[in-house]
């Protein structure tokens, strides 16, 4: 920055979906700030708040994906989308993509993506949505139109079109309907010309103020090409809340942890003991694992010590556990599974 920041601010680094540290942070300007975690193949990442007389109400941060790699080889993915990139300045858009296989053509993604199952997002995040579409009939399409009803819970005079991969005209036809017109596009059916037939547009919108926590937001939108019947998109879903990332495993759970767990063997293939040292007077206890994305995937009671996890239907991949009594954390930590 070209000036000092006059206040103290409050920084959040987090490890995939934990807590890892919070931090206050006053930097000279032209200083930085150096965070030194180990190349453990997570998803580290910094956000930080604006200064309080910064026009827009930006949290810029910084991630870091695929730095070395953890016991078995391997390094967490997919996590960068879930938080918002804070990029609220009008003249900033940033967009990260992740890369995959095989999907519906024709879709709706709502972004940030969101925690756990509700895909909890904090209250006045702006939504960043994209709409693709793909002419899988047999002959050109003239005209592709574009319907979106939006959520009651969303601004419509903060929407913002955005990029798209042809020319469009945009209007409101309706207090919650938006339509985005593709005249003229001539888009290619999928057997002639499948690289040209694919289409998107994207466009931005926040949220009301300060809607009521719990509150779901959902949204899709229907796809017209000519005189076709719509095609409608997947619904997207968004949560608001607060402090769901504590939910799982606060830094301040790790370090004062009141169980001393062993996790043997870690990684592991078919099954793996929970082992408890010192007094296990707290039994049984409740034991309730989480995939990367915060999934529970296991919700079980500790009525042995050690206690065995078995593989059953589990997927390879990094996952998180917490071990609680009586709605009290007692321990929480990760583990991996491999094949």
């Not at 890892?20 to 000279?28: G, H, I, K, W």
């Not at 190349?39 to 956000?47: D, K, L, P």
């Not at 903060?158 to 036809?173: E, K, M, P, V």
Request: proline content about 4%; hydrophobic content about 35%.
């Amino acid at each position: 920055g070209e000036s000092d920041m006059q206040d103290m601010l409050y920084s959040i680094v987090t490890e995939d979906i934990i807590i890892l540290r919070t931090d206050s942070v006053r930097l000279a300007a032209g200083e930085t700030l150096d965070i030194r975690v180990p190349a453990s193949g997570s998803t580290y990442r910094i956000e930080v708040p604006q200064v309080n007389d910064f026009p827009f109400a930006s949290r810029p941060s910084a991630s870091v994906e695929g730095c070395g790699t953890n016991a078995s080889g391997n390094s967490s993915t997919g996590i960068i989308n879930l938080f918002s990139q804070g990029d609220y300045e009008p003249y900033l858009s940033i967009d990260c993509q992740q890369n995959i296989g095989s999907y519906d053509p024709n879709d709706k993604r709502g972004l940030p993506l969101g925690f756990y199952d509700e895909h909890f997002i904090e209250p006045n995040t702006d939504l960043e949505y994209q709409i693709r579409f793909q002419n899988t009939g047999t002959d050109t399409a003239f005209n592709v139109v574009v319907l979106d009803t939006l959520s009651e819970h969303l601004n419509w005079n903060s929407i913002q079109a955005g990029s798209s991969s042809h020319l469009y005209t945009f209007d409101r036809l309706s207090e919650n309907v938006i339509r985005f017109q593709f005249q003229d596009i001539l888009l290619p059916d999928s057997t002639t010309n499948e690289v040209a037939s694919h289409g998107f547009i994207n466009f931005r919108i926040a949220q009301n103020s300060d809607v009521a926590l719990d509150s779901r937001i959902e949204n899709r939108a229907a796809i017209y090409f000519d005189f076709n019947e719509a095609v409608i998109t997947n619904t997207t879903l968004h949560t608001v809340g607060i402090d769901f990332l504590e939910l799982l495993s606060p830094v301040e759970e790790i370090t004062l942890s009141l169980l001393d767990v062993q996790v043997q063997p870690n990684p592991f293939t078919t099954s793996v003991e929970i082992g408890l040292k010192g007094t296990v007077s707290y039994l049984p206890l409740q034991f309730e694992l989480f995939n990367l994305l915060g999934r529970k995937v296991r919700n079980e009671r500790m009525l042995q010590n050690p206690f065995t996890v078995h593989r059953n239907q589990l997927q390879a991949g990094i996952y998180f556990f917490r071990i609680s009594h009586e709605g009290e954390v007692l321990s929480t930590g990760k583990m991996e599974l491999i094949d």
